[in-house]
């Protein structure tokens, strides 16, 4: 599986950036997949992912609202469209395939995971 995301930038508070992110080596669609932070210093948090088994969506509920995941199956490539950024939202954005699922994604799940080598969204204030 690979994965490389873009979209990545800076941007001042209130604005907005997309966050796009191909994959291969695997059929997409197959398995979870989604978007996880990480600031310096702190585990990774999860983002947003989508189900692989009913498309259900899966995100904090401080980023409802804001954050808004999406995939195109033809190009497969999942999206991250993020509004009314912060200068908390300030991280690195990973793109990630979960084999077991959005509720076994990340470090706290456990599970089988890849990961993109991601890119750094910086919300100046």
């Known amino acids: 599986v690979q994965l490389v995301e873009s979209g990545g930038g800076l941007v001042q508070a209130g604005g907005s950036l997309r966050l796009s992110c191909v994959a291969s080596?695997?059929?997409?669609?197959?398995?979870?997949i989604g978007w996880f932070r990480q600031v310096s210093g702190k585990e990774r948090e999860p983002v947003s992912c989508?189900?692989?088994?009913?498309?259900?969506?899966h995100s904090p509920d401080a980023l409802k609202g804001r954050f808004t995941i999406s995939s195109d199956n033809a190009k497969n490539t999942v999206y991250l469209q993020m509004n009314n950024l912060k200068p908390e939202d300030t991280a690195v954005y990973y793109c990630?395939?979960?084999?077991?699922?959005?509720?076994?994604?990340?470090?706290?799940?456990?599970?089988?995971?890849?990961w993109g080598k991601g890119t750094l969204v910086t919300v100046s204030s």
């Open positions: 990630g395939v979960f084999l077991l699922g959005c509720e076994k994604a990340g470090p706290a799940g456990g599970g089988m995971d890849y």
């Open positions: 080596g695997y059929v997409f669609g197959r398995y979870a």
């Open positions: 989508i189900s692989e088994t009913d498309g259900r969506i």
